[in-house]
């Protein structure tokens, strides 16, 4: 097994041995004991990953107006919110580690500074 393969698994034991992730497995135990509940949020996380890939503007906007009126009546269900912010804290945790990643290896990518 070469380094890089041994640091990432360790890297992914670390993110799995994270306060981060067993609270998001937690909220996730609690979410599967309703089915129904949880394909609604499932439903509400796909729509809320077609937006952010939507080009028409008009579209954008209705999609945005009816994902954040779904989104005010889901996060007043404890077991949702209580997922939906364990999902976000992980999500963050990851994002930190691919910035950390990407950040300290240099390479020449034109235009990534137009994204900073």
Do not use: W
């Not at 135990?29 to 080009?55: I, M, S």
């Amino acid at each position: 097994m070469d380094k890089i393969t041994e640091y990432m698994e360790l890297l992914i034991q670390a993110i799995k041995d994270s306060n981060e992730y067993r609270i998001y497995k937690q909220a996730e135990a609690v979410l599967d004991e309703n089915p129904q509940l949880k394909r609604r949020v499932d439903d509400f996380n796909r729509a809320n990953y077609r937006l952010h890939t939507q080009k028409d503007p008009q579209k954008l906007f209705q999609g945005i107006r009816a994902l954040d009126e779904e989104s005010q009546a889901l996060k007043k269900i404890p077991q949702v919110n209580s997922y939906l912010q364990a999902e976000l804290d992980l999500c963050k945790l990851l994002q930190y580690i691919s910035l950390e990643i990407n950040g300290g290896i240099d390479i020449h990518v034109p235009g990534a500074a137009l994204y900073e």
